[in-house]
T-cell receptor, first 113, second 113 residues
Framework: DSGVTQTPKHLITATGQRVTLRCSPRSGDLSVYWYQQSLDQGLQFLIQYYNGEERAKGNILERFSAQQFPDLHSELNLSSLELGDSALYFC????????????FGSGTRLTVV | GENVEQHPSTLSVQEGDSAVIKCTYSDSASNYFPWYKQELGKRPQLIID?????GEKKDQRIAVTLNKTAKHFSLHITETQPEDSAVYFC????????????FGRGTSLIVHP
């Protein structure tokens, strides 16, 4: 167990729907990062939050949004889902914005049908 | 932004052989280079990292080398074992700017018994 908790582990939904993925960072970590990993693809950075504030943004679609709550857990909201959004979504956490210690959660596998 | 190229995409070796995976990066400001191992269906796990002030780092059977002048770094695995079979990702990031690692596309290492 890495200490980074992601729920749910699996999610199957229809096109056009909206889902929320949840991440609880490792105890003491203030930064949360979201990554998307499609089949045979690398890890695509989506967005980072540090202590409740958005810190950096990657190639995140406008249909996707995220937030980090006062208790430091984070949610990634995916809306108007398309077949191409099917992927593994990983959350990672680190102690601070410049901390190199990066721990991944086990991921949420999203299947859009 | 940073661009990380990783080669080869697939590497097949016999148990006991050595394996080498190479990455190049584009941003000369990058100064932190982690390597992650991802087993099938599991989360990426940090296996070794190197900072720009050193040229080589070893941890048992794995080692990483860095050539800042040429902007490339490599992962070396000696005496490979079947349990080394996984996808390996390199990444590069920099302080002073974005702390978000840019990942390579991954190398699928297959170790045949």
């Amino acid at each position: 167990d890495s200490g980074v908790t992601q729920t749910p582990k699996h999610l199957i939904t229809a096109t056009g729907q909206r889902v929320t993925l949840r991440c609880s960072p490792r105890s003491g970590d203030l930064s949360v990062y979201w990554y998307q990993q499609s089949l045979d693809q690398g890890l695509q950075f989506l967005i980072q939050y540090y202590n409740g504030e958005e810190r950096a943004k990657g190639n995140i679609l406008e249909r996707f949004s995220a937030q980090q709550f006062p208790d430091l857990h984070s949610e990634l909201n995916l809306s108007s889902l398309e077949l191409g959004d099917s992927a593994l979504y990983f959350c990672a956490s680190s102690a601070g914005p410049g901390d190199y210690g990066y721990t991944f959660g086990s991921g949420t596998r999203l299947t859009v049908v | 932004g940073e661009n990380v190229e990783q080669h080869p995409s697939t590497l097949s070796v016999q148990e006991g052989d050595s394996a080498v995976i190479k990455c190049t990066y584009s941003d000369s400001a990058s100064n932190y280079f982690p390597w992650y191992k991802q087993e099938l269906g599991k989360r990426p796990q940090l296996i070794i990292d190197i900072r720009s002030n050193v040229g080589e780092k070893k941890d048992q059977r794995i080692a990483v080398t860095l050539n800042k002048t040429a902007k490339h770094f490599s992962l070396h695995i000696t005496e490979t074992q079947p349990e080394d079979s996984a996808v390996y990702f390199c990444a590069a990031s920099a302080t002073g700017g974005s702390y978000i690692p840019t990942f390579g596309r991954g190398t699928s290492l297959i170790v045949h018994p």
